[in-house]
Nanobody, 114 residues
Framework: VQLQASGGGLVQAGGSLRLSCGAS????????LAWYRQAAGKQRDLVAH???????DYADSVKGRFTISRDNANNTMYLQMKSLKPEDTAVYFC?????????WGQGTQVTVSS
C-alpha cells in the first residue's frame, strides 16, 4: 500500500497550488480520502475529505478556496488550492481509509509567503 503526495512548494499569498496524491495497493474507488495539514508546532488537522460517492466537505478555513477531487480511473486524489494565505503554510498529508484500514502518505510542504 502506498500513498504518494506531491505538488507542494513555495508560493506568494494569493497564489495557487495543486497537490496530488497517487495511491496503490487498495481499492481506491471504495475508499474515503482526505487531505490533512500540520503546521509547525501544531496538531494535524483535517482540511478536506471526499467520499467514495464523490461528495466532499471542507474545513471552514478553506471553504471557497480549496477544492478536493478524485480520479478513480487513475487512483489519484487532488487538492486545488487558490487564494492561498500565509496561514495555509503547513505540511500537507493525504489519507485513505478502506474497510478497517487506514493509510497515510508522506507529507508535502506548502509554504505561503506574505
Amino acid at each position: 500500500v502506498q500513498l504518494q503526495a506531491s505538488g507542494g512548494g513555495l508560493v506568494q499569498a494569493g497564489g495557487s497550488l495543486r497537490l496530488s496524491c497517487g495511491a496503490s495497493g487498495f481499492i481506491f474507488s471504495e475508499s474515503y480520502l482526505a487531505w490533512y495539514r500540520q503546521a509547525a508546532g501544531k496538531q494535524r488537522d483535517l482540511v478536506a475529505h471526499v467520499n467514495p460517492d464523490g461528495s466532499s466537505d471542507y474545513a471552514d478555513s478553506v471553504k471557497g478556496r480549496f477544492t478536493i477531487s478524485r480520479d478513480n480511473a487513475n487512483n489519484t486524489m487532488y487538492l486545488q488550492m487558490k487564494s492561498l494565505k500565509p496561514e495555509d503554510t503547513a505540511v500537507y498529508f493525504c489519507y485513505g481509509s478502506w474497510l478497517n484500514y487506514e493509510y497515510w502518505g508522506q507529507g508535502t510542504q506548502v509554504t505561503v509567503s506574505s
